[in-house]
């Protein structure tokens, strides 16, 4: 299987909790990108990779978020001090190159805080 | 600000007959479109794209017409299939991608 793989598929955590979500891009993909998608709403971009550094994240919501990438291949969102409105789908995409590359999603993490 | 805008949540479809999902864009600067396809418990993926210099791009059953001057995309699909049930999401790219809020369509058979 040679597409995105994203875990933990679901994850329901309690409020005030940090969680770890972590995307496993398509190999030798070097864009990587982290969108949030509410119930309702549509892809909310939070961050973009072009191999490990992030030239933009300007998505990202507050300071609770942050997202790192190693070896131009994992990458990891962390939420801290989850909020009940943090719980959403959190899609993970990879592009050959970014820019308009078409872009590979995973199936996502459902994050539900109680 | 939503830059990119699917006015409507669902579209329900007889099978057979033409399915049309339209997206309205606000920023001139968008220069290439994609739609994508999204069952449930899975991600989005890749249906169809154009380039702003083209005004239409087909590819089998998927049509997808741009109309620059009003700024507006649509995806006609003909003829709708049980199996196109799923969200359709139409995204516009300048630098990056924004995305609209998806369109649910329904084919009833």
């Known amino acids: 299987g040679a597409g995105v793989s994203q875990s933990p598929s679901n994850k329901v955590t309690e409020k005030g909790k940090d969680v770890e979500l972590r995307c496993d891009p398509i190999?030798?993909?070097?864009?990587l990108y982290w969108y949030r998608q509410s119930l309702g709403q549509g892809l909310e971009f939070l961050i973009y990779f072009q191999g490990n550094s992030a030239p933009d994240k300007s998505g990202l919501p507050s300071d609770r978020f942050s997202a790192e990438r190693t070896g131009g291949s994992v990458s990891t969102l962390t939420i801290q001090r989850t909020q009940q409105e943090d719980s959403a789908v959190y899609l993970c995409?990879?592009?050959?190159?970014?820019?308009?590359?078409?872009?590979?999603f995973g199936p996502g993490t459902r994050l539900l805080v109680l | 600000d939503q830059q990119v805008k699917q006015n409507s949540p669902s579209l329900s479809v007889q099978e057979g007959r033409i399915s049309i999902l339209n997206c309205d864009y606000t920023n001139s600067m968008f220069d290439y479109f994609l739609w994508y396809k999204k069952y449930p418990a899975e991600g989005p993926t890749f249906l169809i794209s154009i380039s702003s210099i083209k005004d239409k791009n087909e590819d089998g059953r998927f049509t997808v017409f741009l109309n620059k001057s009003a700024k507006h995309l649509s995806l006609h699909i003909v003829p709708s299939q049980p199996g196109d049930s799923a969200v359709y999401f139409c995204?516009?790219?300048?630098?990056?991608?924004?995305f609209g809020s998806g369109t649910k369509l329904n084919v009833k058979p």
């Open positions: 995204a516009s790219v300048f630098n990056k991608f924004y």
């Open positions: 995409a990879s592009s050959a190159g970014g820019g308009r590359e078409t872009q590979y």
């Open positions: 190999s030798g993909h070097t864009a």
